[in-house]
């Protein structure tokens, strides 16, 4: 099959009841119908407006419907969405516009000040369209969104589609300026496929997909509480949208609200929800815990993290309140999906950071000989089969990420981990923040993860600093739970007992908050910074 998502879309409408719930914010309800209906309206006015196919579309939107009504009609408009991070400053703001190409930008009214101060610098920009932030906005220098969704008839586009329009999915890596990951969308469909064929039977024609749309993709309510400008948030809506489901975004733009999220959950009876590991599912266990019974989230069948780790204690609570649901670490990043997959039930525990390995994968050394299962060898996860094209407009660091090896063609971010024995991976870090002391290798994630388990811990970030004796010293910062002291050596101690002594950190130093991102990645410059200074 040549799937291509704008053609799903417009095939749905003949399966999924036009007055079912497509999008919903608060007490805003857009049905089926009516979001069809306005992504119609958006991609013919975007076409209408100069974009041509191929064309990039800026998305400098927070979490609310015009988000997913944009992509949607990107996917229908054949027109290329680009993510843009809203916490970016004007330097980087200017960059994304400039280095992607965008011919239309979508802003929040909120961004007003912003965008009005890079015009000038953003010629190949020709359509600005703002999104009212507030009942009342008006734009007073670009197209108003509402106005633009609502003038139309709502008929489909009626334009031949292919598996090759892209999507572009921009991620800040860990060195250097943002990098655009090009997606063809047949290639991403595939790589959903792999997902589900490991699960069961998957929709491999246009008559089991829509049959699996009418027997269940109806039914799915999903809330991306992660940032959909990241790939967690808009990968797991963009499947439960083609699929027929309703996607609800939380009113909180501003950060996450582990309350406003659970009475979601009880009032719209969610069945899918994306999170990024502990940083947001330990607010959300203690919100539950707090107010035993306040909220019925038991109607979730499922709760996907990926991007950093999810520890085994913080599941299991959640799972007291969400029985029947299925707790999925995905382990995969910007570049692929699929690397591999932990699911823990109320029947059934896993260890933290280990993953059942992706049918399309492999881990190879350095040098490209593949890891034997069982050596305790370390190497990079690699994904082959339907991954992406590369970096936009950047050949040199496409080359370093997408290699072949064997004559195949892999993703290969950077991830370490070791194979097992039974096959599956044991994650030890991003290689570039691997700590090298005393000859010996630290990946940063397998000391947080046991220090994250010491009772009095909120969360624990490891960095490696200059030393003269060890070349570096591992060193931890930690947040302490709110209003609990900690002390430094009982928590060295603590990792001692169940790690090696050279992977124990010189020293643990202590902060209120780590200042995670809001899709909960670290900020490893910015702690490396802090202990530098505290050290100095």
């Given at each position: 099959?040549?799937?291509?998502?704008g053609d799903?879309l417009d095939?749905?409408?003949?399966?999924?009841?036009?007055?079912n719930?497509?999008?919903?914010?608060?007490?805003?309800?857009?049905s089926?119908r009516?979001?069809?209906?306005?992504s119609?309206?958006?991609?013919?006015?975007?076409?209408?407006?100069?974009?041509e196919?191929?064309d990039?579309?800026g998305?400098?939107?927070?979490?609310?419907?015009?988000y997913?009504?944009t992509?949607?009609?990107?996917l229908k408009?054949?027109?290329t969405?680009?993510?843009?991070?809203?916490r970016?400053?004007?330097?980087?703001?200017?960059y994304?516009?400039?280095?992607?190409?965008?011919?239309?930008?979508v802003?929040?009214?909120?961004?007003r000040e912003?965008?009005?101060?890079?015009?000038?610098d953003?010629?190949k920009?020709?359509?600005?369209?703002e999104v009212?932030?507030n009942e009342?906005d008006a734009?007073t220098?670009?197209?108003?969104y509402?106005?633009v969704?609502?003038?139309?008839?709502g008929?489909p586009?009626?334009i031949?589609?292919?598996?090759?329009?892209?999507?572009?999915l921009y991620?800040?890596g860990?060195?250097g300026?943002?990098?655009?990951v090009?997606w063809?969308?047949?290639v991403?469909?595939?790589?959903?496929?792999d997902g589900?064929?490991?699960?069961g039977?998957?929709?491999?024609d246009?008559?089991q997909f829509?049959?699996?749309?009418?027997?269940?993709?109806?039914?799915?309510?999903q809330i991306p509480?992660c940032?959909?400008m990241?790939?967690?948030?808009?990968f797991t809506?963009?499947?439960a949208?083609i699929n027929?489901?309703?996607i609800?975004?939380?009113q909180?733009?501003?950060?996450f609200d582990?309350?406003?999220?659970?009475?979601?959950?009880?009032?719209h009876?969610?069945?899918?929800?994306?999170?990024?590991?502990d940083?947001f599912?330990?607010p959300?266990?203690a919100?539950l815990?707090?107010?035993?019974g306040?909220y019925?989230?038991s109607?979730l069948q499922?709760?996907?993290?990926?991007?950093?780790?999810?520890?085994?204690?913080?599941?299991r609570g959640?799972?007291?309140?969400m029985?029947?649901?299925?707790l999925?670490?995905s382990f995969g990043?910007?570049?692929a999906?699929?690397?591999?997959s932990?699911?823990m039930?109320?029947?059934?525990e896993?260890?933290t950071?280990?993953?059942a390995?992706?049918?399309?994968?492999?881990v190879f050394?350095?040098?490209?000989?593949e890891v034997?299962p069982g050596?305790?060898?370390?190497?990079?996860i690699?994904?082959?089969?339907a991954?992406?094209?590369g970096?936009y407009?950047d050949?040199e660091k496409?080359a370093?990420?997408?290699?072949?090896?064997n004559g195949?063609?892999?993703?290969i971010?950077?991830d370490?981990?070791t194979v097992?024995t039974d096959?599956?991976?044991t994650?030890?870090?991003?290689g570039s923040?691997?700590i090298?002391?005393?000859g010996e290798?630290?990946y940063?994630?397998?000391v947080?993860?046991?220090?994250?388990?010491?009772?009095?811990?909120?969360d624990?970030l490891?960095?490696?600093?200059?030393d003269?004796?060890?070349?570096?010293?591992?060193?931890a910062?930690v947040?302490p739970v709110?209003?609990?002291?900690?002390?430094?050596?009982v928590?060295?101690?603590f990792?001692?007992?169940?790690?090696?002594g050279?992977?124990?950190?010189?020293?643990?130093?202590f902060?209120?908050?780590?200042?995670r991102?809001?899709?909960?990645?670290?900020?490893?410059?910015?702690i490396?910074?802090y202990?530098?200074?505290q050290l100095a």
């Open positions: 099959m040549e799937w291509n998502f799903m095939r749905l409408t003949g399966v999924v009841p036009p007055d719930p497509a999008l919903i914010h608060g007490d805003r309800v857009i089926w009516d979001f069809d209906r306005r119609n309206n958006l991609a013919r006015a975007l076409r209408d407006n100069g974009a196919t191929g990039k579309v998305f400098y939107l927070r979490n609310r419907p015009a997913m009504e992509f949607a009609a990107c408009g054949r027109l969405h680009v993510n843009v991070n809203y970016y400053k004007a330097h980087e703001l200017a994304i516009f400039d280095n992607s190409d965008a011919q239309t930008v802003y929040e009214s909120d961004f912003q965008v009005d101060a890079l015009r000038g953003l010629p920009v020709k359509t600005w369209i009212p932030s009342g734009p220098n670009a197209l108003a509402e106005a969704v609502a003038e139309g008839d008929a586009l009626n031949e589609r292919s598996p090759d329009d892209l999507l572009f991620t800040g860990t060195t300026m943002p990098k655009g090009m063809p969308q047949g991403l469909r595939e790589a959903q496929l589900l064929r490991a699960l039977p998957a929709p491999e246009w008559d829509l049959a699996s749309v009418g027997e269940t993709g109806v039914h799915a309510r509480a940032p959909l990241h790939g967690t948030g808009l809506a963009l499947a949208m027929g489901g309703t609800i975004t939380l909180n733009t501003q950060h582990p309350e406003e999220l659970c009475a979601a959950i009880d009032r009876k969610v069945t899918n929800l994306a999170i990024v590991g940083a599912a330990k959300i266990l919100v815990d707090g107010a035993p306040k019925d989230v109607s499922s709760m996907i993290s990926s991007g950093v780790m999810w520890s085994m204690e913080v599941k959640l799972l007291n309140y029985p029947n649901a299925m999925v670490d990043s910007s570049e999906i699929g690397f591999g932990s699911i039930t109320a029947e059934g896993v260890k950071a280990k993953f390995i992706g049918d399309k994968c492999k050394t350095p040098e490209g000989k034997a050596s305790g060898e370390a190497g990079f690699a994904r082959g089969g991954i992406p094209l970096y407009k050949p496409s370093k990420t997408f290699k072949t090896i195949e063609r892999y993703s971010p950077g370490w981990c097992e096959g599956t991976l994650l030890l870090g991003r923040v691997c090298n002391t005393a290798k630290v940063p994630e397998e947080e993860e046991v220090l994250k388990e010491f009772p009095d811990i909120e624990a490891v960095v490696g600093l200059p003269e004796k060890w070349g570096q010293a591992v060193t910062v947040q709110a209003g609990v002291a900690c002390d430094e050596s928590v060295r101690d990792v001692r007992e169940r790690l090696a050279y992977k124990v950190p010189k020293r643990v130093l902060k209120d908050t780590l200042g991102a809001p899709n909960g990645k670290a900020d490893y410059k910015g490396t910074a202990a530098t200074e």
